[in-house]
Protein backbone atom coordinates (compact mmCIF):
# COMPACT_ATOMS: atom_id res chain seq x y z
CA UNK A 1 0.00 0.00 0.00
CA UNK A 2 1.35 3.64 -0.96
CA UNK A 3 2.24 5.61 2.15
CA UNK A 4 3.71 9.01 2.87
CA UNK A 5 7.30 8.97 4.30
CA UNK A 6 9.24 11.09 5.81
CA UNK A 7 12.86 11.45 6.94
CA UNK A 8 14.57 11.86 9.20
CA UNK A 9 12.49 10.42 11.90
CA UNK A 10 14.51 11.91 14.45
CA UNK A 11 16.40 15.55 13.99
CA UNK A 12 18.16 17.03 17.10
CA UNK A 13 19.37 20.70 15.92
CA UNK A 14 20.79 23.74 17.77
CA UNK A 15 18.50 26.60 18.51
CA UNK A 16 19.15 29.15 15.66
CA UNK A 17 19.99 26.96 13.23
CA UNK A 18 18.10 25.94 9.98
CA UNK A 19 16.44 22.60 9.49
CA UNK A 20 15.07 20.68 6.88
CA UNK A 21 12.41 17.89 6.86
CA UNK A 22 11.63 16.22 4.39
CA UNK A 23 8.61 14.49 3.17
CA UNK A 24 7.66 12.10 -0.07
CA UNK A 25 3.68 12.11 -0.47
CA UNK A 26 2.38 9.48 -2.29
CA UNK A 27 2.88 9.79 -5.74
CA UNK A 28 -0.81 10.10 -7.47
CA UNK A 29 -1.44 12.78 -5.02
CA UNK A 30 -1.83 16.28 -5.57
CA UNK A 31 -2.70 17.81 -2.24
CA UNK A 32 0.61 18.70 0.49
CA UNK A 33 0.02 19.59 4.04
CA UNK A 34 2.59 19.63 7.14
CA UNK A 35 1.41 19.34 10.77
CA UNK A 36 2.92 20.02 14.12
CA UNK A 37 1.69 18.36 17.43
CA UNK A 38 3.91 19.40 20.30
CA UNK A 39 4.26 16.49 23.25
CA UNK A 40 1.03 15.35 24.59
CA UNK A 41 -1.03 18.66 22.49
CA UNK A 42 -3.45 18.01 19.67
CA UNK A 43 -1.86 18.45 16.12
CA UNK A 44 -2.09 21.62 14.66
CA UNK A 45 -2.62 22.83 10.86
CA UNK A 46 0.52 25.04 9.41
CA UNK A 47 0.38 24.68 5.84
CA UNK A 48 -1.35 23.25 2.84
CA UNK A 49 0.70 23.20 -0.54
CA UNK A 50 -1.09 22.49 -4.05
CA UNK A 51 -0.22 23.32 -7.78
CA UNK A 52 3.34 24.55 -6.58
CA UNK A 53 2.07 27.32 -4.11
CA UNK A 54 0.66 27.86 -1.03
CA UNK A 55 -2.77 27.46 -0.94
CA UNK A 56 -3.59 28.12 2.85
CA UNK A 57 -1.42 28.60 6.49
CA UNK A 58 -1.91 29.55 9.68
CA UNK A 59 -1.06 31.57 11.40
CA UNK A 60 1.80 29.44 13.09
CA UNK A 61 3.62 29.34 9.92
CA UNK A 62 5.32 32.67 9.83
CA UNK A 63 8.30 33.59 8.34
CA UNK A 64 11.03 31.52 9.53
CA UNK A 65 8.81 28.90 8.05
CA UNK A 66 8.73 28.07 4.01
CA UNK A 67 7.62 25.08 1.84
CA UNK A 68 9.18 23.74 -0.96
CA UNK A 69 8.50 21.22 -3.69
CA UNK A 70 11.91 20.79 -5.58
CA UNK A 71 11.23 18.09 -7.62
CA UNK A 72 8.19 15.52 -8.38
CA UNK A 73 8.45 13.43 -5.43
CA UNK A 74 9.91 15.47 -2.56
CA UNK A 75 7.90 17.60 -0.84
CA UNK A 76 9.75 19.92 2.46
CA UNK A 77 9.98 22.63 5.58
CA UNK A 78 12.29 24.63 6.28
CA UNK A 79 12.46 26.32 9.67
CA UNK A 80 15.22 28.99 8.92
CA UNK A 81 16.18 29.96 13.07
CA UNK A 82 14.69 27.51 15.36
CA UNK A 83 14.01 27.87 18.48
CA UNK A 84 13.00 25.97 21.79
CA UNK A 85 9.30 25.98 21.25
CA UNK A 86 9.63 24.57 17.44
CA UNK A 87 10.41 20.69 19.82
CA UNK A 88 7.74 19.14 18.54
CA UNK A 89 6.34 16.18 16.20
CA UNK A 90 6.07 17.38 12.32
CA UNK A 91 4.03 15.36 10.31
CA UNK A 92 3.57 15.73 6.38
CA UNK A 93 -0.02 14.51 4.79
CA UNK A 94 -0.68 13.96 1.15
CA UNK A 95 -4.27 13.90 -0.38
CA UNK A 96 -6.34 13.37 -3.42
CA UNK A 97 -8.96 15.59 -5.57
CA UNK A 98 -11.94 13.54 -4.68
CA UNK A 99 -14.32 15.93 -4.42
CA UNK A 100 -16.41 14.70 -1.79
CA UNK A 101 -13.89 13.83 0.77
CA UNK A 102 -10.77 14.52 2.18
CA UNK A 103 -9.21 11.48 3.27
CA UNK A 104 -5.09 13.08 4.42
CA UNK A 105 -2.64 10.02 4.20
CA UNK A 106 0.09 10.74 7.03
CA UNK A 107 3.41 9.99 7.56
CA UNK A 108 5.04 8.42 10.05
CA UNK A 109 6.54 11.94 11.73
CA UNK A 110 9.84 13.94 12.25
CA UNK A 111 11.07 14.50 16.02
CA UNK A 112 12.51 17.41 15.84
CA UNK A 113 14.59 18.47 19.28
CA UNK A 114 16.12 21.67 19.40
CA UNK A 115 18.44 22.29 22.06
CA UNK B 1 -12.37 31.49 14.78
CA UNK B 2 -12.61 27.39 14.94
CA UNK B 3 -13.29 25.65 18.05
CA UNK B 4 -13.88 21.95 18.76
CA UNK B 5 -14.56 20.50 22.03
CA UNK B 6 -14.31 16.64 22.86
CA UNK B 7 -14.41 15.02 25.75
CA UNK B 8 -10.83 14.53 27.02
CA UNK B 9 -10.62 10.43 27.99
CA UNK B 10 -13.30 7.68 28.10
CA UNK B 11 -12.52 4.28 29.52
CA UNK B 12 -14.59 1.16 28.35
CA UNK B 13 -14.80 -2.11 28.44
CA UNK B 14 -13.81 -4.57 25.73
CA UNK B 15 -16.56 -5.85 23.73
CA UNK B 16 -18.36 -2.88 23.91
CA UNK B 17 -19.96 0.08 22.29
CA UNK B 18 -18.69 3.63 23.18
CA UNK B 19 -19.67 7.23 21.30
CA UNK B 20 -16.60 9.78 21.33
CA UNK B 21 -18.65 13.30 20.91
CA UNK B 22 -17.61 16.53 19.09
CA UNK B 23 -19.22 19.88 18.86
CA UNK B 24 -17.48 22.60 16.82
CA UNK B 25 -17.88 26.02 16.20
CA UNK B 26 -16.76 27.01 12.42
CA UNK B 27 -17.34 29.22 9.81
CA UNK B 28 -17.32 27.71 5.78
CA UNK B 29 -17.83 24.68 6.98
CA UNK B 30 -17.17 21.73 4.91
CA UNK B 31 -17.30 18.56 6.67
CA UNK B 32 -15.96 16.42 10.15
CA UNK B 33 -13.22 13.93 10.04
CA UNK B 34 -12.27 11.54 12.80
CA UNK B 35 -8.45 10.04 12.92
CA UNK B 36 -7.02 7.84 15.25
CA UNK B 37 -3.61 7.97 16.69
CA UNK B 38 -2.24 5.53 18.89
CA UNK B 39 0.99 6.68 21.00
CA UNK B 40 4.06 7.85 19.19
CA UNK B 41 2.05 7.15 15.93
CA UNK B 42 0.94 8.86 13.06
CA UNK B 43 -2.79 10.25 12.82
CA UNK B 44 -4.67 7.62 10.67
CA UNK B 45 -8.02 8.53 9.09
CA UNK B 46 -10.96 6.62 9.91
CA UNK B 47 -14.13 8.64 8.37
CA UNK B 48 -15.03 11.83 6.88
CA UNK B 49 -19.18 13.39 7.17
CA UNK B 50 -20.15 16.05 4.50
CA UNK B 51 -23.70 15.22 5.02
CA UNK B 52 -26.46 15.02 8.15
CA UNK B 53 -26.26 11.37 8.48
CA UNK B 54 -24.37 7.80 10.03
CA UNK B 55 -21.59 6.43 7.93
CA UNK B 56 -20.50 2.91 8.44
CA UNK B 57 -17.20 1.44 8.22
CA UNK B 58 -16.75 -1.64 9.89
CA UNK B 59 -16.79 -1.71 13.75
CA UNK B 60 -16.72 2.32 13.22
CA UNK B 61 -19.48 4.33 12.69
CA UNK B 62 -19.57 8.42 12.67
CA UNK B 63 -22.50 11.30 12.68
CA UNK B 64 -22.79 14.48 12.06
CA UNK B 65 -25.69 17.04 12.12
CA UNK B 66 -24.64 20.15 10.91
CA UNK B 67 -27.34 22.21 12.30
CA UNK B 68 -26.51 21.15 15.64
CA UNK B 69 -22.49 21.48 14.87
CA UNK B 70 -22.47 18.34 16.16
CA UNK B 71 -21.11 14.89 15.61
CA UNK B 72 -19.87 11.47 17.03
CA UNK B 73 -18.01 8.36 16.70
CA UNK B 74 -19.36 5.29 17.48
CA UNK B 75 -16.71 2.54 17.71
CA UNK B 76 -18.25 -1.08 18.52
CA UNK B 77 -17.17 -4.20 20.10
CA UNK B 78 -13.86 -2.50 21.29
CA UNK B 79 -10.66 -4.80 21.07
CA UNK B 80 -7.88 -3.84 22.76
CA UNK B 81 -6.09 -2.43 20.15
CA UNK B 82 -8.65 0.14 20.29
CA UNK B 83 -7.32 1.97 22.91
CA UNK B 84 -5.84 5.80 21.40
CA UNK B 85 -6.94 8.71 20.90
CA UNK B 86 -9.43 10.42 18.90
CA UNK B 87 -9.33 13.20 17.10
CA UNK B 88 -11.98 15.52 15.18
CA UNK B 89 -11.33 17.31 12.79
CA UNK B 90 -13.08 20.38 10.87
CA UNK B 91 -12.66 20.84 7.57
CA UNK B 92 -13.31 24.76 7.08
CA UNK B 93 -12.09 27.23 4.55
CA UNK B 94 -13.95 29.49 1.74
CA UNK B 95 -13.37 30.11 -2.52
CA UNK B 96 -12.18 26.55 -3.06
CA UNK B 97 -9.13 26.83 -0.47
CA UNK B 98 -9.46 24.69 2.32
CA UNK B 99 -7.73 23.91 6.06
CA UNK B 100 -8.69 21.55 8.60
CA UNK B 101 -8.56 22.01 12.13
CA UNK B 102 -8.03 19.28 14.46
CA UNK B 103 -9.63 19.07 18.30
CA UNK B 104 -7.92 18.10 21.03
CA UNK B 105 -8.39 14.70 21.01
CA UNK B 106 -10.13 11.88 23.61
CA UNK B 107 -8.24 9.59 24.86
CA UNK B 108 -10.07 6.33 24.77
CA UNK B 109 -8.63 3.44 27.75
CA UNK B 110 -10.27 -0.60 27.00
CA UNK B 111 -10.05 -2.25 29.87
CA UNK B 112 -10.89 -6.14 29.64
Known amino acids: EPEVTQTPSHQVTQMGQEVILRCVPI?????FYWYRQILGQKVEFLVSFYNNEISEKSEIFDDQFSVERPDGSNFTLKIRSTKLEDSAMYFC?????????????FGAGTRLSVL | GQSLEQPSEVTAVEGAIVQINCTYQTSGFYGLSWYQQHDGGAPTFLSYNALDGLEETGRFSSFLSRSDSYGYLLLQELQMKDSASYFC???WGSGGYQKVTFGTGTKLQVIP
Open chain 1, 93 to 105: ASSTTEATKNIQY
Open chain 2, 89 to 91: AVK
Open chain 1, 27 to 31: SNHLY
